[in-house]
């Protein structure tokens, strides 16, 4: 299957370089184009892509086409290589806040595969949400799901809820880096280096994703069995709470799914 990206910035490279890195894909079965010949082609170069002249030319090469653009251009962008979309094509896009019926204004008989993934599938850990719509057949979604599956987890999450899933996992690996860089940063308040405060906050991150992951039990619990009687994590706790940890987290997820919305 040939696949053309329309786009290669931060999240159409992170895909390309998470299908290479877990070899789902060939690099010689990847098409690109962007709008700025001096990024773009020395990344497909490197990686052994194909760099093509324009949209239409990914659009007349590939069998399924990335959207990978923002969200101001993806239509007009759409409709201008749907000439080259002919019987078999469909579309993978990733754009946040558009919905397929939005799509189906500019493209309305194109299989179209809206997605959200998050910049985590380039080392293969990623979380994508995957819909698709009337025209997209079972093996073109089963095709799309294992080209996801194999840089990460999918779900497949109706089109209400992809503004919510946007932000808690589209948007939410800035929140997480947030987190472990203001914990470094303590760190560094208390005399350690960056780079090993950084380290020891990530893997704590890590190792605490993995238990809400794996354990059976949620996460208040899991926060009880670390907060010892009269000890040092339930002071941090309450000092985190009266600071505004939790309504301060919620704000910023409500804050995302507004602007995703247009409100
Ligand atoms: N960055 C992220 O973590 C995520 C981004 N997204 C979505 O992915 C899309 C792209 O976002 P980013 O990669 O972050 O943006 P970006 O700004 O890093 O990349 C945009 C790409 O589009 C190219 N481009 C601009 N005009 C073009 C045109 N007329 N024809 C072809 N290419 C053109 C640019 O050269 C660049 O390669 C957005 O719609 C965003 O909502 C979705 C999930 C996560
Ligand atoms: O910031 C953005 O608009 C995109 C959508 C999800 C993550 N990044």
Not at 10 to 36: E, F
Not at 203 to 232: N, W
């Amino acid at each position: 299957m040939k696949i053309g990206f329309i786009g290669a910035g931060n999240m159409g490279r992170a895909i390309i370089d998470g299908w290479l890195k877990m070899k789902a894909v060939a690099p010689a079965d990847i098409y690109v184009h962007s709008a700025h010949a001096s990024s773009y082609e020395p990344y497909a170069k490197v990686n052994g892509l194909n760099a093509m002249e324009s949209n239409l030319a990914v659009a007349n090469a590939a069998d399924v086409v990335v959207l990978a653009i923002k969200p101001n251009i993806a239509l007009d962008t759409l409709k201008a290589v749907q000439p080259a979309l002919t019987a078999g094509k469909w579309v993978i896009t990733m754009v946040s806040g558009l919905s397929l019926a939005d799509y189906a204004t500019v493209a309305p008989d194109v299989p179209v595969l809206r997605i959200m993934p998050n910049v985590n599938v380039a080392i293969g850990a990623g979380m994508t949400a995957l819909i698709g719509n009337a025209a997209l057949s079972a093996d073109q979604y089963a095709a799309g799901k294992k080209l996801f599956d194999a840089i990460g987890e999918t779900s497949e999450v109706a089109e209400k809820d992809f503004s919510t899933f946007s932000a808690l996992a589209g948007s939410s690996p800035a929140y997480v880096y947030f987190f472990i860089d203001a914990m470094a940063r303590a760190g560094v308040k208390h005399g350690l280096s960056k780079a090993a405060a950084t380290k020891i906050a990530a893997q704590a991150t890590l190792g605490s994703a993995e238990m809400v992951l794996k354990s059976d039990k949620i996460p208040f619990d899991l926060i009880d069995q670390v907060s010892s009687p009269g000890g040092t994590t339930v002071a941090g706790l309450l000092a985190m709470e009266e600071a505004g940890f939790m309504t301060s987290v919620v704000k910023g997820i409500d804050a995302t799914i507004a602007k995703e919305l247009g409100e």
